[in-house]
């Protein structure tokens, strides 16, 4: 059993958890992922780390509730449990193995979208420890959807904050404000890190490919057992099939077949499904999530 | 009195029945049933069942002691040799070991000992009978990767001689393919599955879940800083092999780890939060023992099913009772069909798949025919779900995070098959992890052997 130590609502329907998991605090890399499961009859759900203490042997969590698992992990409190904490699992970033002194000559940007803003976070801030100053885009539809902006805020060097429909920060997608910063701004980058809805990074790499700029994702497909085992979670990257659990999460944006992976995702999605959700979700609902399948 | 040269009939599910939910096909003996097929044993003096059993158990002994009633005293004495006997009386294909050997096969049918070994193990489970702990514990602590039937077997028998056994379990549940892989209708994991690792827990052995080595700690790590003096590795082989044609990635394309993951440890069928996706017609590509699992799944959970193989019946690597079960139940067998591409519709939905008629060729270095592309045959099939069922590989998590364990170009471990010795020191490994995807009581026999290399290894420290 692995104790919820501290709930917080960020936004509608988006929680942050801190867990007690001694083995995963210790070991886990920005970039890695966990499985949570909440009960006996609930789902193994992929969540990518946000952050973690190795002192206090803690990890972070921010997850989405859509789904009956998610849901009723939303409802857990302070001092609840979860059944079964995994990981961690995948690949820790890239950068983490690089040469320091040549990662520090590198301009990185970092682009966040939605709960996808999560999994920059722990990047970012690694970056920060380093000594690293990154730019940082967060994207979210509206003001009450953006999360995780005074944690970023700490860690990044510059921090661009954009809403879809103008109600705080920028207007426009994160697309929009990387264009800006490139052709209005003069800014020039060597890497772009994308993580968010597979629509807003498929977009981003589209753009990011235009630009010149080599951009890694972050994949989170449907999975089952997140070790390899399964092969739900394929996706083809250039000419390979990869696992996004062992081989990933993170890819070389400019290979993956994202029009495939968004496919997939609706595997499990009817039409029903997919109704009672735009009910539930109500104004937050912009089928972008890469969850629900979207609206056709 | 039956006829000598039959087997004591044993009690099913009707077919028909049984196609629609997950009981158990098969009901096993009961008392008379097994005294009475006891009786058909020789206890022959020179046992060629022994020799086929991966475990050496002693098959005429424990037969006799059913014959006179003492079924304790036959639980015991398979206990000393087998640490699953409720789970290997069940899926052992004891037609190719024990029963294989059996002089009563010569004319007539061999005397039936999975179902024997399935009544006895039964018996001692509703009864409440344990297998004997270790009298005296020696402190040594060992690690088992996996807990599947090779670390089960290995960390049970360890404990019985006196070792502090913990195993690690990557999933949430212990008991790896038993859990996972096999289904509830072949064997039951509550009754069975559950209370054979509760016995195992008995001898003293820990089960730590969630645990990942190569992610979570190395092997390492557990040696130099949790005090494991050796390490077993048993992580089986966990990862699908795909066919590389095109459409594979469309939706309703599943290895058949996946769709018997989903049914079986997460319990999809049972309205578990975990979905799956049943299908109306469905293709099952191979013709093993896990490709007539999730063929029987997927009719169960009311599909129309198929098996699609490239060889003819004499070759399907299942067991015969399983292919027996799926034909009764009402599985269609395209034999001697070979897929060339999936069809998806525009949504990326599986719509068909193309197939070549196959004819068998000369035997190839593995002794079986090779089936070859009959010129001009290709057709298709129409279907909303194709299952993969090519077999699996190792998973290379642990070796490719542990400096000094070499593997073959298989990704398989190499391992003594004698002892389980790898090419790291304090370093064990069994099961599938060495072999490639194996069966259960292969895995048993690897744990076994292990274990006995462990203890030398350990004694002489």
């Known amino acids: 059993m692995y104790e919820v130590l501290k709930v917080e609502k960020l936004a509608d329907q988006i929680y942050r958890m801190n867990v007690k998991a001694p083995r995963v605090s210790k070991r886990c890399q920005p970039g890695q992922f966990i499985i949570a499961k909440i009960d006996e009859v609930g789902e193994r759900v992929p969540l990518t780390i946000c952050d973690y203490d190795r002192e206090e042997e803690t990890v972070t969590i921010v997850f989405q509730s859509i789904g009956s698992s998610t849901m009723r992990m939303a409802a857990l409190k302070d001092g609840d449990y979860f059944q079964d ?21 590198k301009k990185i940007l970092f682009i966040g979208g939605g709960v996808g803003t999560a999994p920059v976070y722990p990047q970012v801030k690694w970056m920060k420890e380093c000594g690293i100053d990154v730019d940082v885009i967060i994207g979210a539809k509206n003001k009450d959807m953006l999360i995780l902006e005074d944690m970023m805020q700490k860690v990044a060097g510059n921090l661009y904050v954009t809403t879809d429909d103008g109600s705080y920060g920028r207007s426009g997608m994160v697309t929009q404000v990387l264009k800006d910063l490139v052709e209005k701004d003069g800014k020039e980058y060597d890497v772009c890190v994308s993580i968010g809805p597979m629509i807003m990074m498929k977009f981003v790499c589209l753009l990011t490919k235009e630009l010149d700029i080599p951009t890694v994702v972050s994949m989170n497909p449907i999975m089952v057992d997140g070790t390899g085992m399964c092969g739900a979670c394929r996706l083809t990257v250039g000419d390979e099939v990869k696992f996004a659990c062992v081989d990933g999460p993170e890819f070389d944006g400019h290979l993956v077949n994202f029009d495939e992976a968004m496919k997939r995702q609706q595997l499990y999605k009817t039409a029903e499904g997919r109704a009672n959700l735009k009910l539930q979700e109500g104004s937050t609902h912009h089928g972008g999530c890469g969850q629900c399948g979207g609206d056709e | 009195m039956a006829n000598v040269l039959n087997k004591v009939p044993v009690r099913e599910q009707d077919a028909k029945v049984r196609a629609t939910n997950f009981e158990e096909v098969c009901y096993g003996y009961n008392l008379k049933e097994a ?33 006179a009633g003492n079924i304790e005293a036959a639980y015991q004495r398979i206990s000393k040799s087998s640490a699953l006997p409720a789970v290997c009386g069940r899926v052992c294909p004891q037609e190719s070991q024990c029963e294989g050997l059996c002089i009563r096969g010569r004319k007539g049918e061999p005397v039936s000992i999975g179902k024997l070994e399935r009544f006895v193990a039964d018996w001692a489970l509703e009864n409440g009978i344990k297998p004997t702990p270790a009298k005296e514990k020696n402190g040594k602590k060992v690690a088992v990767i996996g807990s599947g039937p090779a670390g089960l077997t290995c960390a049970g028998d360890l404990a019985r001689l006196g070792y502090d056994v913990t195993i690690f379990e990557a999933l949430h549940e212990a008991g790896g393919v038993l859990i996972y892989g096999i289904p509830e209708f072949r064997l039951p994991k509550d009754k069975i599955v559950a209370t054979e690792i509760e016995n195992i827990k008995s001898l003293g052995v820990k089960i730590e879940t969630n645990v990942i080595v190569g992610k979570s700690m190395t092997i390492d790590e557990l040696m130099d800083e949790e005090g494991f003096l050796a390490v077993f590795i048993a992580s089986g082989a966990g990862l699908p092999k795909f066919m590389g044609i095109p459409g594979e990635n469309a939706n309703g394309v599943f290895s058949a780890n996946e769709y018997l993951t989903r049914n079986n440890l997460m319990k999809a069928y049972k309205n ?128 490719s995070t542990t400096k000094g364990i070499e593997t073959n170009r298989r990704q398989c471990i190499i391992a003594d098959g004698a002892n389980g010795k790898t090419t790291k020191e304090g370093v064990y490994a069994g099961g599938d992890v060495v072999s490639g995807a194996a069966t259960v009581i292969l895995a048993m026999g690897a744990g076994k052997a292990a274990a006995k290399g462990i203890d030398e290894y350990l004694n002489g420290k």
């Not at chain 1, 904490?85 to 000559?105: H, N, Q, R």
């Not at chain 2, 475990?55 to 059913?66: G, W």
């Not at chain 2, 799944?297 to 599909?303: C, I």
């Open chain 1, 85 to 105: 904490f995994i990981g961690p699992l995948g690949c820790a970033s890239e950068f983490i193995e690089e040469d320091l002194e040549e990662l520090k000559k």
């Open chain 2, 35 to 67: 005294m009475e097929e006891s009786s058909r044993c020789l206890n022959c003096k020179k046992a060629k069942c022994i020799e086929g059993c991966p475990v050496a158990i002693n098959i005429p002994e424990f037969i006799q002691a059913v014959n």
């Open chain 2, 272 to 399: 578990y939060d975990t979905p799956i996706t049943a299908g109306k017609k469905v293709a099952v590509v191979g013709g093993g023992n896990v490709a007539m699992d999730a063929a029987r799944t997927a009719l169960r959970l009311g599909a129309e099913t198929h098996i699609v193989y490239r060889r003819s019946e004499a070759e399907l690597p299942a067991r015969i009772e399983e292919i027996h079960h799926a034909k009764e139940e009402g599985i269609i067998f395209d034999l001697l069909t070979n897929p060339t591409e999936i069809l998806a519709d525009d949504n990326g939905w599986v719509k068909g798949m193309k197939c070549v008629k196959m004819e068998l060729g000369e035997p190839d270095e593995s002794g079986r025919r090779c089936p070859q592309v009959i010129k001009n045959s290709e057709f298709e099939m129409e279907l909303d779900t194709v299952i993969m069922s090519l077999g699996t590989s190792p998973n290379p998590l642990i070796s």
